[in-house]
């Protein structure tokens, strides 16, 4: 594992005190005004995708936000890192811990929709893959890993919530905003994760031996 300083527990605690102010905000004003400017047209050109090809894969991209994908997605990253096994615990209950801050939120902001009369603000799908996907970038800067292999890792977590966000539109099941909302809950309470973790990681430096009255002592 690498070991971490006071710089990096304090960009985690700025992330996800940011993060997370910024959904709240977001969420105000989605109660106060409803649907945002651009909401319309941005779901109104997404749509014209309807039939294509786009729109039939994602239909299985949209699985990326459902636990079918996201559990075995996790149970392979504590499979793989030492780091995520330390705190294994932490990273398995921000899943449903995000999805109930996600429901209670749908409930309070109240607004619908595209179709149907279901509340749509904040999407879950988006906060669930957002969730694992900053999660794994986290995992990432605790891991030695080869350059190759982040690079492609980290874009992987950034398509994943793209694909899923774009899939949850264009199956005319959110607003652009709604998918915006997932995305600022997920990775807030990740990064909040990130943060706890970051705290209780650091790794203890070596006691050096010292030389007392001519003979060797150990001490910190």
Known sequence: MTPL???????????????????????LVVYTVGLLPGDV???????????????????????????IF????????LAWSRAARRHWWLWC???????AVEQAFKFLVGRPRPRGVNWGF???????ATTFAVILLYI????RVSPAARGILTAAAIALVAAVGFARVILNAHWPTDVLGGVLLGAGCAAAGAWW????????????????????????
């Open 5 to 27: 300083d006071a710089s990096t527990v304090a960009r985690w605690r700025t992330l996800a005190l940011v993060l997370l102010g910024a959904f709240l905000g977001m969420s």
């Open 41 to 67: 047209p941005l779901h109104r050109e997404i749509l014209k995708g309807r039939g294509s090809l786009l729109h039939a894969i994602a239909r299985w991209v949209d699985y990326g936000g459902k636990w």
């Open 70 to 77: 996201l559990a075995p997605a996790i149970l392979l990253l």
């Open 93 to 99: 209950a921000l899943m449903p811990i995000g999805g």
């Open 122 to 128: 904040p999407s879950g799908h988006v906060t669930a």
């Open 140 to 143: 990432l800067t605790r891991e």
């Open 197 to 220: 973790d970051a705290r209780h990681s650091e790794t203890r430096q070596p006691a050096r031996p010292r030389v007392v009255n001519g003979a060797i002592e150990i001490g910190s």
